[in-house]
């Protein structure tokens, strides 16, 4: 009996995570972020004069300017906008060099894989030797103070399982190809030097998001993946979603658990200059609870609807443009779920200054008219008109050692 309760002490010691993570309280005036969003816009705007690769995304005028961003890799962290600004990643850290593209153990992963790099305890700023092919095993858990930074070389997470961000603090994912992501197995997997537990089957997300904050996803291409491309659940807020080219997918982003799940009420995500391309049919994004600036994105396509909800979430559309489908039971940008209209009339979704092409439309809803909203909203995102140019350059990018990228 002894050996059998030490058996059982030991095996709870083996699963047991690292540490308790404390999602941090949100901000309390969220309208102060999307002003702080709408100056960075228009401070790009207003140097686009004397800047000749400048763009109006204040984002990319931050850094892609410069032809020695190879050499100043980390000071891509200080370029993030929105909730998930202070998304430091590994910026403080070394840098590690991925020179081998299998993943072979999750348990012991090998230095020089990528999966070695996210479970180490210190920050690191992770970048990739060669163009390569990453089939991941299991999904790949990350540690907290990471960047994954594709920049100079193609990059694919594809054909296995993808990336997860659980319970940890400061992840960048930045220029990476993600696709064809697949549900995990029922298998040990590391998520630190020191800790190793049970994993059960996972969903298949491109980037899964799980009671997380300061999050920052910039550049990267994801589709055909066997749930979300993106989802953000259980807590998970201060995140940016940002410049991604997004195609062929059914359910896009899911921004926030289920209708019961009320701690996601301190969920805030911006979602800014992405492109939501071809092939793609519902949710970008589908939302509860939270607070969600959607600016200056460009939706080209959409089968069911663009941006839906439930559970009594803010939408603030500011500067989209909207292209609907020819099919005439789709031109709906909005999609309110779960909801008879005599509950989802008090929802706060409020449009600013979005574009809308070929019959598209936007169902507001809610008082919405608040001093600090209309003071913000006022403000204005780049035109829409100007959307197609901002997002351009969606998506991963082919960045070039000693020249602008």
Known sequence: ????????????LVLAPPFIFSSPSPVQDPELVV????????????????????TGNPIDDCWRCDPNWEKNRQGLADCSIGFGKHAIGGRDGKIYVVTD????????????????????????????ERDM?????????????????????????????????????????????????KQGGNAYVRDSPGHYGWRTISDGDGVSIFGASHVWVDHCSLSNCNDGLIDAIHGSTAITISNNYMTHHNKVMLLGHSDSYT???????TIAFNHFGEGLVQRMPRCRHGYFH????????????????????TINSQGNRFLAPNDISSKEVTKHENATEGEWEDWNWRSAGDLFLNGAFFTPSGAGSSSSYAKASSLGARPSTLVSSITAAAGTLSCKKGSSC
């Not at 993943?103 to 070695?116: A, E, I, S, W």
Request: proline letters at 4%; glycine letters at 8%.
């Open 294 to 313: 959607v600016v200056n994105n460009d939706y080209t396509h959409w089968e069911m609807y663009a941006i839906g909800g439930s559970a009594a979430p």
């Open 101 to 128: 593209s299998k993943d072979d153990d999750p348990v012991n992963p090998k230095p020089g894989t990528l999966r070695y790099g996210v479970i180490q305890d210190e920050p690191l700023w992770i970048i990739f």
């Open 35 to 54: 002003q702080q969003v709408h100056k960075s816009i228009n401070a790009s705007r207003r140097k686009l004069g004397y800047l000749s690769c400048g």
């Open 263 to 269: 701690q996601d009420k301190n969920m805030q995500v």
């Open 1 to 12: 009996m002894a050996i059998q309760v030490s058996l059982l002490v030991m095996l709870a």
């Open 133 to 181: 092919v990453i089939i991941l095993k299991e999904e790949l858990i990350m540690n907290s103070f990471k960047t994954i930074d594709g920049r100079g070389a193609s990059v694919h997470i594809a054909g296995g399982p993808c990336i997860t961000i659980q319970h940890v603090t400061n992840i960048i994912i930045h220029g990476v190809n993600i696709h064809d992501c």
